[in-house]
């Protein structure tokens, strides 16, 4: 009981040592966190504002339950044939996957002037005008040329490997695993160019998948219809015409509908807020670190001293 009382009255005295070495120091530490305060103003001030523009998507797709039943799927692998995808979840992934793919971002770059300095040379955004200001070193925007200076083997026009970085900086997309949503959002210093640079990939996506299953079943009617020619079994020709009637259908769902497997339930907007910096929250931050550094130098200080005397 008296060890337990003694460590109390240790504990306590050391806790009155403690606030005093701190209040005999306050100067210093009240110093250094007004100048952490200046220095995290300073900062957040020196940070370019951007802006995210985003847009909820459902992913299209058509059962194939009916085409693989009675060993259609079987026999359209053999041919090489393409069927519907079977589910959301996995056309979600494909289409994740040509959105992260460099070849996708080359598409992106040449069917569109504005994306490459735009990702590339963004200097500062104007509000007023709505246009974007470029790094004069790197691009001229009169002239429509690059002038930065690189070093071989790296190009004075950005290549899509150099690119390809940046891009997976700004662009984020995913897949809800609960009702396959997927969400793709784009961020950069203007927000014009978010929301068309967005609306630019969710139509890059439809277009893509749309040419190609439309070039896919043009290849398998022609191969289907060969066939036909050639086959004498009846069973084997009413499989094969329910595989034309399947890729038919792929054709007319290709044709008529321009959002052919993303169909926007939030189309992108041109955000009107910031989505970063949090400019208050950095200069919080900054004022707390500055206090705890000070009070640190102070108590580190004085037990240093205290260490030395002993």
Not at 139 to 146: C, E, I
Not at 281 to 292: E, Q, R, W
């Amino acid at each position: 009981m008296k060890e337990s009382n003694k460590i109390n009255r240790d504990y306590e005295v050391d806790l009155k040592e403690f606030f005093s070495v701190l209040w005999d120091g306050k100067s210093f530490i009240i110093t250094v966190a007004a100048i952490s305060a200046v220095i995290s103003v300073l900062y957040s001030l020196s940070l370019t504002n951007t802006y995210k523009s985003s847009s909820l998507l459902n992913v299209v797709s058509e059962s194939s339950q009916s085409f693989n039943s009675g060993g259609l799927g079987s026999i359209a692998s053999l041919a090489g044939i393409s069927l519907p995808a079977s589910g959301r979840e996995e056309k979600g992934h494909l289409i994740l996957a040509h959105i992260q793919s460099k070849a996708f971002l080359q598409s992106l770059i040449e069917s569109e002037g504005a994306v490459l300095p735009s990702i590339m040379a963004a200097k500062s955004y104007d509000p007023e005008t709505g246009l974007i200001r470029f790094d004069a070193s790197k691009y001229d925007y009169k002239l429509d040329k690059w002038i930065r200076r690189v070093n071989p083997p790296t190009s004075q026009i950005p290549s899509v490997q150099e690119v390809y970085p940046r891009y997976m900086g700004i662009v984020s997309a995913n897949q809800s695993p609960i009702n396959g949503y997927i969400s793709i959002s784009v961020e950069h210093i203007s927000p014009v160019f978010a929301k068309d640079f967005l609306m630019l990939i969710i139509n890059g996506v439809n277009s893509l998948l749309q040419e190609k299953d439309l070039q896919e079943s043009s290849d398998a009617l022609d191969f289907l219809k060969s066939e036909m020619e050639n086959t004498r079994l009846v069973e084997l020709r009413n499989s094969m015409n329910d595989l034309i009637e399947a890729q038919l259908k792929t054709q007319m769902m290709a044709r008529i509908s321009s959002e052919y497997v993303l169909q926007m339930i939030e189309p992108p907007l041109i955000p009107e807020a910031k989505n970063y910096p949090n400019r208050p929250m950095i200069c919080i931050l900054g004022t707390i670190l500055g206090t705890i550094l000070g009070i640190l130098v102070i108590v580190f200080r004085h037990y240093a001293l205290v260490s030395e005397h002993n």
